[in-house]
């Protein structure tokens, strides 16, 4: 059951998909359309799941769980991933790779491998103030606090000693 994700609870889970590359707006207008498909028809064990997603800067994909009316299943998250799957092929974009970070580089926003990050620590070329993207954040109240921090805030800051 699809529903806006602004009106998920705060305790809702949320699972974030970063992209690889800026996708199109071409590209955006149809993940929208696939995704809000895919929700709709999204259960465990023969319940809707009440679901809502956001599309950010053109680049992340975050989907959100109320899961006060029923969980997420082994089966239903599998079935999600599966979706992401067919949106990577779809769009020739990796989703899945969670050994990347994304984080602004002045106005824009990077994305780099987590070893590319780690040199660019060392070298001082992101700071414990340069602005990260922590998608490992679980709930909705996560991800609208603690999704956009400074590294020195988020497990980036492994990286910056």
């Known amino acids: 059951m699809l529903t806006d994700f602004k009106n998920l609870p705060d305790d809702s889970r949320v699972w974030i998909y970063q992209a690889n590359r800026k996708l199109t ?4 207008a149809t993940i929208q359309d696939r995704t809000s498909k895919f929700l709709e028809a999204w259960t465990a064990h023969g319940t809707d799941l009440e679901a809502g997603f956001e599309l950010k800067y053109n680049r992340f994909i975050v989907i ?25 092929k779809e769009f020739d974009v990796d989703l899945l790779d969670k050994m990347n970070v994304t984080f602004y580089s002045g106005d824009f926003i990077a994305y780099k491998p987590l070893t590319d990050f780690r040199k660019m620590a060392k070298a001082r070329s992101v700071s414990p103030n340069t602005v990260v993207f922590n ?13 956009e921090v400074p590294a020195k805030e988020s497990w980036h800051n492994r990286f910056l000693a």
């Open 25 to 28: 707006d071409e590209e955006i």
């Open 64 to 88: 959100g769980l109320n899961q006060a009316n029923a969980s997420a299943s082994g089966c239903s998250i599998d079935a999600s991933v599966r979706f992401i799957q067919s949106l990577e």
């Open 135 to 147: 998608n490992l954040v679980n709930t909705k109240a996560e991800y609208l606090e603690n999704w």
